[in-house]
């Protein structure tokens, strides 16, 4: 199977590095069975991390970012490069995740799977532990209440699991599912592109599934910033509500217009009360 690898990166040279030589150690237990091209976005790093790739990993494709893609941006702009060969599948990788050798084989597994159950290619997701807490960090979740958006990840148990959102940390995306439904929208500077690229493949009915087992390492750093809103002053939270790393909201609004149109005006309505009564919200966070 031929696999191209897509990353984009930012000043993190040492984990960018890190994540691809356990790639490399993944790929050496299934060696003649996989193939792999590698395209990373460098969008505009000053620590060398670029250079860095090329000179550990030669037959590399460096693209070079303006500095303003961001993570959706960088994906998409490897994803537009890796396409214009032929590919088996595309494997999403975050730069500071890192693979288990298990790997490869926990995706192909389940690509046979998706093969044999559905008759096509479909999105696969390896999920991962957080290195500190042991804990499921990111993987596949399933809705459990569309109107609210509210869902519940999903453990590997030993079975391949079906779930609706996916988080591109590991995300295998077989060719069968870019001929139906392209590549990571436009639309989304940094966070939620990996959810509406699922819930896209859902409602084509494409299988989403999360593989047996975990299959890396990630840390999770997502917490929830409006609980630092009374702290700040309007202007760091409107700042901090526009920001593609932090709350991206034009991302999160597109996501809802486009999967739960229902939802935007309590959306909208949501964010003017975190964003002008964020006292009143955290009181009304910690009564839940």
Not at 158 to 163: A, D, R, T, V, Y
Request: charged share 20%.
């Amino acid at each position: 199977m031929k696999i191209a690898v897509l990353l984009t990166c930012f000043n993190r040279k040492e984990k960018t590095i890190n994540a691809l030589d356990k790639l490399m150690q993944a790929l050496s237990t299934v060696s003649k069975s996989v193939s792999l091209k590698i395209y990373l976005t460098d969008d505009g790093s000053t620590d060398g991390t670029g250079e860095a790739v090329k000179l550990n990993y030669p037959e590399a494709t460096i693209l070079q970012g303006n500095g303003n893609l961001y993570w959706a941006g960088g994906m998409r702009n490897s994803w537009q490069e890796a396409i214009k060969k032929d590919y088996d599948a595309y494997l999403l990788l975050n730069d500071d995740t890192f693979v288990s050798t298990n790997m490869f084989t926990q995706l192909l597994d389940t690509h046979n799977y998706s093969l044999d159950k559905y008759g096509m290619g479909g999105i696969y997701l390896g999920s991962t532990k957080d290195l500190e807490t042991g804990l499921l960090s990111y993987g596949g979740a399933k809705l459990t209440n569309k109107f609210l958006f509210k869902y519940q990840f999903v453990e590997p148990n030993g079975k391949i699991q079906n779930c609706e959102l996916g988080n591109a940390n590991i995300m295998m995306v077989s060719k069968d599912v870019v001929s139906k439904i392209g590549i990571l929208s436009e639309g989304y500077v940094h966070g939620v592109a990996d959810y509406d690229y699922t819930l896209k493949a859902v409602a084509k009915n494409i299988p989403v599934l999360i593989c047996k087992e975990y299959c890396g390492t990630c840390t999770d750093d997502h917490s929830d910033i409006y609980l630092t809103f009374p702290k700040k002053t309007f202007q760091e939270r409107l700042k901090l509500l526009k920001s593609p790393l932090a709350l991206d909201f034009g991302s999160n609004l597109n996501l809802m217009k486009r999967h739960f149109p229902l939802r935007v005006p309590f959306v909208l309505i949501s964010a003017g009360f975190k964003l002008l009564l964020p006292n009143l919200y955290v009181k009304l966070s910690n009564l839940r």
